[in-house]
């Protein structure tokens, strides 16, 4: 069974610039997390998606932002690119229920120059 | 404020040796714990999780303990073997409809030795 697919892996973008990520969950699962990396700040949650409705958001600005699609693939979104926002950005999948485990891509990292 | 917390960024233990990594948590709404294991340029994976009606679970070599009154959790690797070299992570959730929102703690690098 396939797992979490997450596109792009590699990307460099400029400050200012902005970007589209990309999740495929797992085959079946309704529910799309998305997770930041960063080197200390171990990770960190930016917002879920459940039956394409945004059902948990973390602490992050208004750059950042999700959506998701019918079929569960779900894209995030940070406009404006600040060096800061350079990180392994991660997405997870479950079947949303209380208690499902949830599964993680290989992540995209992103470098902001 | 850091609401999951691992005390011990690193961690070396030799071959065929207990390895015990330990997770701290302040949010007494956590009622539900996972342990991810993560190498380097890749997404964690899940290890063990243990909800707060049980204070152990086992699977095979892996066994998590989870001590309520002191809001305190422990992953035991027996034996340690070295594909188990990597960053673990412990996170903790709650076991309600729409909170998959898990809560980090910032890794314990661990290293077997040969």
């Known amino acids: 069974k396939a797992g979490v697919t997450q596109t792009p892996r590699y990307l460099i973008k400029t400050r200012g610039q902005q970007v589209t990520l990309s999740c495929s969950p797992i085959?079946?699962?309704?529910?799309v997390s998305w997770y930041q990396q960063t080197p200390g700040q171990g990770l960190q949650f930016l917002f879920e998606?459940?039956?394409?409705?945004?059902?948990n958001k973390g602490n992050f600005p208004g750059r950042f932002s999700g959506r998701q699609f019918s079929n569960s693939r779900s894209e995030m979104n940070v406009s404006t690119l600040e060096l800061g926002d350079s990180a392994l950005y991660l997405c997870?999948?479950?079947?949303?229920?209380?208690?499902?485990?949830?599964?993680f891509g290989e992540g995209s990292w992103l470098t902001v120059v | 404020d850091q609401q999951v917390k691992q005390n011990s960024p690193s961690l070396s233990v030799q071959e065929g040796r207990i390895s015990i990594l330990n997770c701290d948590y302040t949010?007494?709404?956590?009622?539900?714990f996972l342990w991810y294991k993560k190498y380097p340029a890749e997404g964690p994976t899940f290890l063990i999780s243990?909800?707060?009606?049980?204070d152990k679970n086992e699977d095979g070599r892996f066994t998590v303990f989870l001590n309520k009154s002191a809001k305190h959790l422990s992953l035991h690797i027996v034996p340690s073997q070295p594909g188990d070299s990597a960053v673990y992570f412990c996170?903790?959730?709650?076991?309600?409809?729409?909170?998959?929102?898990?809560?980090f703690g910032t890794g314990t690098r661990l290293t077997i030795i040969p």
């Open positions: 997870a999948s479950s079947f949303g229920l209380p208690g499902n485990t949830i599964y």
């Open positions: 085959s079946g699962h309704r529910s």
């Open positions: 998606y459940f039956s394409e409705t945004q059902r």
């Open positions: 949010n007494s709404m956590f009622d539900y």
């Open positions: 243990i909800s707060s009606i049980k």
């Open positions: 996170a903790a959730g709650v076991l309600n409809f729409g909170n998959e929102k898990l809560t």
